[in-house]
Structure formats: C-alpha cells, structure tokens
C-alpha cells in the first residue's frame, strides 16, 4: 500500500514563509512526477506546482517567484517552499505522485492558513 505523508502545515501570518514535505512510501518515487495541489474552501483543487523525474519545475502563475518546489530522492521526499504567503493562499494543500506507468496516489492534505 503506498502512502504518502505531508506534513508542514500550520498558521502563518502574511509575509511569512512554510515548508511543506511529502515523503512517500514507494521505491520508485526517483522515476515518479509529483504534484503539490490546493483546495480552498468552496473551491476547486488547483495546481500548484510539479516536478518531474529529471527534476523540471511548473509552477501556476499565482505563485511563481512565490513558491519553490523540489525532491529528495535518497529520502523519497518532495518539498513545497512557501514564501510570501498571503491569505489567499490560505488552503489543504495535498501532494501527489504519479507513477511511470500513470498510477495515480495523493496524500491526506495538510491545512494553510495566513491570516493576522
């Protein structure tokens, strides 16, 4: 059973920084992408940003130069760098692996909230 554990999460005042991680449970998680997405209340899930195998960055344009995203294959984890933040932002962020072969597994979520 693959699983995979975000954790990082919490209350942030605007202009702050978090550093969400997701380790996952899978030995081929250095050939896997993985996705970093969020759910505000009322709203859908958007993307945020991805990284593929070979480590090529996208990231949605509300957080471009905001955000950076990025792995740790020796310990099967991938990061989400949060600076700036502002309210807006404010969500479950989840993370999201998806194998060579399409299959597709996502994380329990971990809330953000920035608020004053």
């Known amino acids: 059973q693959v699983q995979l554990v975000e954790s990082g999460g919490g209350l942030v005042q605007p202009g702050g920084s978090l550093r969400l991680s997701c380790a996952a449970s899978?030995?081929?998680?250095?050939?896997?992408?993985m996705t970093w997405h969020r759910q505000a209340p009322g709203k859908d899930r958007e993307l945020v940003a991805s990284?593929?195998?070979?480590?090529?960055?996208k990231y949605a344009d509300s957080v471009k130069g905001r955000f950076t995203i990025s792995r740790d294959n020796p310990k099967n984890t991938v990061y989400l760098q949060m600076n700036s933040l502002k309210p807006e932002d404010t969500a479950v962020y989840y993370c999201?692996?998806?194998?060579?072969?399409?299959?597709?597994?996502w994380g329990q979520g971990t809330q953000v909230t920035v608020s004053s």
């Open positions: 899978i030995s081929i998680f250095r050939t896997s992408s």
């Open positions: 990284i593929t195998s070979a480590s090529s960055t």
């Open positions: 999201k692996l998806v194998t060579p072969n399409n299959y597709v597994y």
